[in-house]
């Protein structure tokens, strides 16, 4: 899974979306420059559960000294293994959405609320941790936080929306992953006994 941050959104007279790349990615496992394979369509939601069909782009890790992995190439507006848009669950994350506001009456459900609150309590450890290396990269500059040790993520999320999307971009260009469903099942697998 590659994550882009400059693309183009084209929509075809049948309703079909395009994501047009304007980069180069590279593979998260080896480094090594991808090339385009072939496409499939990606189901996506906005506000009230309206579905969007998305074409994107699967890409092969080419090259003589490549690893020969297949990876889709999402826009950061979208979230790996989550059907709605980063936005959306950003804001049910940060609180602004909530089950009884008019935009998000019917979808998203107050189950999935629940999960992906759940998710992010699971990944919040993670999401700091990447936080905080990004700012000590100086990939992005926030305003000065207060005592040592506070939180960069809790700074980040005050600073206005796309903290989500920035930081799961980071999180799976640089070949980490945040496993789909419940989390908690993934650790209580048999392999990890």
């Known amino acids: ?27 998260p496992v080896c480094g090594k420059p991808l090339k385009y394979r072939d496409s499939r369509v990606r189901i996506y939601k906005s506000y009230n559960g309206r579905k969007h ?42 609180g602004v959405s909530t089950p009884g506001d008019p935009t998000t009456e019917d979808y998203p459900c107050e189950k999935t609320m629940q999960r992906w609150a759940a998710w992010f309590s699971f990944y919040c450890f993670l999401f700091e941790i990447t936080a905080r290396c990004l700012r000590k990269q100086k990939l992005f500059h926030l305003r000065p936080i207060g005592k040592e040790g506070s939180s960069v993520l809790s700074v980040l999320r005050l600073e206005g929306t796309g903290w989500l999307s920035f930081l799961i971009r980071y999180i799976y260009n640089c070949g980490g992953r945040l496993p789909a469903g419940n989390p908690e099942a993934f650790f209580r697998r048999e392999n990890f006994s």
Request: negative net charge.
């Open 53 to 94: 069909l998305l074409r994107i782009r699967r890409l092969k890790c080419g090259g003589k000294d490549g690893c020969g992995r297949l990876h889709n190439e999402l826009p950061e507006f979208i979230i790996p293994y989550k059907h709605y848009a980063s936005e959306i669950i950003e804001n049910v994350i940060d």
């Open 1 to 27: 899974m590659v994550l882009i941050s400059d693309y183009i959104v084209v929509r075809s007279r049948s309703g079909l979306e395009e994501c047009i790349s304007q980069e180069s990615p590279l593979c």
